[in-house]
């Protein structure tokens, strides 16, 4: 990849493509498909592109790309697959996808022997200490009762073991963990907490929301071959769905130091516009203080965007809402950040050309956020500052335009609506649930929407933001006709919200997003047309390869690809590490 020319910024290069005639040796691969999506208005659909040093140098039909076929031009036919830009994900936890890889899948297990069995098969293969897992439900199991440690701990008597409730919100610690956690009966419960005992007071094993702390202190913090390896194992998760970019959110100085040692040995082939953690003032201190960075990490790194939290979640009741929850009467949610502390580092990520993300979920988050970026607005004004509500999931009727209005752009989840759907309606009640997942009525407004996946909390498969959004339909296709139907995507806007959108709000549209001359070869290839299969057949979809910058990061193994996929993603509850409400 070649990079020197984009130092000047990445808008002035998208027009200025590297010569490929012929003469000059050619293009260094000429693809050709059946069905090409550019995704760019001026040429939406072709027959062929021509890349060379890693960009896109012509689009268009096949004789125009054979004209500049050289001596050592590859000649990739895809036949009768599909072609789309390389798929953007907005709101994609990297890390957390990579870590996720490294610990053991307890999901759908019964009964408790079974899960204690996987442990220990895991534990074998597992060069760490700490062995940690999660996705145990006891309502699988014959007894329906929360398991106890004992056999557990006799399974692994020497290494410390962790396994996380399919809800995030308890735990099963074995006995050496809570050993070296120091918990024992003496041990109280926390405000807000529960240590579940047995009938002589000694800790079972379970630990219950903010006891959970109890045990995860403990837990050392990944090392930096940890994170390495965690980084390498997101990168091909990502690429097997299509990925070419994200936005990864909440991001501390020990992840940048793991994407960056891979950066420089040109192992990190995803395009990452990372947003720091914006809960630690020493970190986002010092990145304002240097300036964007658009170009980090080999250029695959952009650095110059701060992730603030509004408020919780829904599912837990977290998300604060300007009246009570109906499910909830005395319940208005939480507030995580106080709307001043947001307008501030608003105003100070203005002044050094940094970009604003802040979580909002519910209806008074969601305004407290819009109300603080339009005062930094007024305070410093600026006219392509892209600041962005990260889910803006649950919007007055009022707020919907002010989105247009101010420029801010709403990152949301499709897949959030299909695993939200069953409970939603009974948090909000019958008139405030029309605000919610409110695609539609966000883009009647005029404003544009990028589509992500809060991977790990919803799986990274790109199938499945894609057919919610046109759906509005879980993966068997329920409920029949879509919830809320109205608040759809057309195909065009959910590839859109994938690609030229997610780009636009990843300050990536100059580079990226579409499959235009000027801009790095991303591209993702299909076995059926997203923009005409049956929306039934889109989970099917097999993605067959991912190209980066000319360069094939993935290629679908022969046979049946897809069909042993683990579905990690779990809605409702707190990430596994709890950096996510
Ligand atoms: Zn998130």
Partial sequence: MRRSTVLAGLAATATAPAIASAASGGADLIVTASTIHTVDAKVPQAQAFAVRDGRFVYVGSREGALALRGART???????????????????????VGQALHEVDLAHLTPFDEVVRRTVAFAATSPDLWIIGDGWDQNLWPDKAFPTHQALSAAIPDRPVVLI???????????KAMALAGVGDATADPSGGRIVRDEHGAPTGVFIDNAKALIQRAIPPPTHPQLVRAAV???AECHRWGLT????PGVGQATIDAYLELARGGRYTLRNHVMLAGSD??????????????????????????????????????????????????????????PSKIQDVAIRALRAGFQVCTHAIGDRGNRAVLDAYEAALRAVPRRDHRLRVEHAQ???????????????????????????MGWAQARLGPERVKGAYAWRSLLDSGVTIANGTDAPIEVVDSRRTFHAAI????????PPGGWYPRQRMTRDEALRSMTVWAARANFMDAVAGSITPGKYADFAVLDRDWMRAAPEAIMATRILATYVSGAQVYEAPMQSAMTGFRARGRRGGSCCRGAHA
């Fill in 74 to 96: 590859r000649m990739l036919d895809l036949g009768g697959a599909t072609v789309l830009p390389g798929l953007i994900d907005a709101h994609l936890h990297f890390m957390h």
């Fill in 165 to 175: 409730r399919v809800d995030g919100h308890a735990l099963l610690a074995n006995a």
């Fill in 233 to 235: 194992a997101g990168l």
């Fill in 245 to 248: 970019a994200i936005s990864d």
């Fill in 281 to 338: 003032d020493a970190l986002t201190a010092h990145y304002l203080e240097r300036g964007p960075q658009p170009l980090a990490g080999n250029g695959r790194l952009a650095i110059r965007a701060i992730k603030l939290y509004a408020d919780g979640a829904l599912g837990s009741r977290g998300a604060a809402l300007l009246a009570p929850y109906d499910d909830d009467p005395g319940n208005t949610g939480l507030v995580l950040t106080a």
């Fill in 394 to 420: 649950v919007l007055a009727p009022s707020d919907i335009p002010r989105f247009k209005a101010l420029g801010v752009i709403p990152s949301m989840q499709t897949t959030h609506q299909i695993s939200d």
């Fill in 471 to 478: 759906s509005r339909q879980n993966e068997t296709n329920q």
